[in-house]
């Protein structure tokens, strides 16, 4: 289904910059990131379809970059989710607004993927929106109707990504409806030692592949920040174990061929809380100076 290659997701703001705030990396700051990454990687994965992914497919068109791009949505909640520390909460007017405006996304996306099918590798209805903390909670039946809308829309594979924990509990109806199965480990996450994450991993995809038989699998996102606060081991993020769990879980998906999007390539300032240790400013294998970090500095 998706042919095995070197895969990492790109989200290119630098300092300033941010979807928050609607200041998009430039032409040719895309450009510099992209002559990067396409020397190391056969894909990339955005997670809309909006100004910054269509710089991104753009530059890939007008400089015939070797690169695909995986695009998604981030859909709007449809369902109240007061499990949610930081939202999750949302009025029958702004759910009605939500559920017209995430089949709008889908056809934006769409259209996006057809005048650039020659570069778009696949599409993705959602991101991680059936787990228990998001506050954009689906319902998993809604994900299948969304997927099942979208492939009325395009020629290329439709998934849905999300955790592998929430895969399992979740995913039945969408795995039917779905092309492919997407899905994400973040063993820091569980505040696992580095010595057990890639077995963490590793039975995130076996685990999958039994619940899933015949269903082709990939991972859209697998990481290690080097910096954390007290949501995570603050000890276990550094460089040195983000090279070596990177490392051990690239070679086992390379002899066995299993599409693995690293998460991410570079750092994002504007990610999460403003402690300069909030781990979501810090997953990048390279920094927001576009400097590479141990992991990637030996490639």
Not at 132 to 159: D, F, G, Q
Request: with cysteine.
């Amino acid at each position: 289904m998706i042919p095995f290659g070197r895969a990492v997701c790109y989200s290119g703001y630098r300092e300033h910059q941010g979807p928050q705030i609607k200041v998009y990396p430039t032409y040719e700051q895309v450009l510099e990131d992209l002559t990067i990454l396409s020397k190391h990687f056969d894909y990339i994965r955005m997670y809309d379809p909006y100004e910054h992914a269509q710089t991104v497919l753009k530059v890939i068109k007008d400089h015939k970059i070797p690169l695909k791009v995986m695009v998604g949505v981030e859909p709007r909640g449809e369902i109240n989710n007061p499990s949610c520390p930081w939202g999750g909460l949302h009025s029958d007017e702004e759910i009605k607004f939500n559920k017209v405006f995430n089949y709008q996304q889908l056809d934006k996306l769409a259209e996006l993927c057809n005048k650039y099918e020659d570069i778009i590798l696949a599409v993705a209805v959602g991101n991680e929106c059936t787990s228990e903390w998001h506050a954009n909670l689906m319902l998993p039946s809604t994900i299948a109707k969304h997927v099942r809308y979208l492939k009325t829309k395009v020629k290329k594979p439709v998934t849905f990504c999300e955790g592998a924990y929430f895969f399992l509990k979740n995913g039945e109806e969408i795995a039917k409806a779905v092309d492919f199965i997407s899905i994400h480990s973040y063993p820091m996450w569980l505040k696992t030692p580095v010595k057990d994450s890639f077995n963490v991993t590793v039975n995130d995809y076996l685990l999958n592949t039994q619940k899933y038989p015949g269903k082709h699998i990939i991972f859209t996102e697998f990481g290690w920040t080097t910096h954390a606060d007290s949501k995570m081991n603050a000890d276990e993020a550094n460089e040195i174990n983000q090279n070596r769990y990177l490392t051990e879980v690239e070679a086992w998906s390379t002899q066995n061929k299993i599409t693995m999007f690293v998460f991410e390539a570079f750092d994002e300032p504007w990610k999460g809380s403003a402690n300069p240790d909030e781990p979501e400013k810090h997953w990048g294998i390279m920094d927001v100076k576009r400097k590479p970090k141990l992991y990637f500095s030996k490639k």
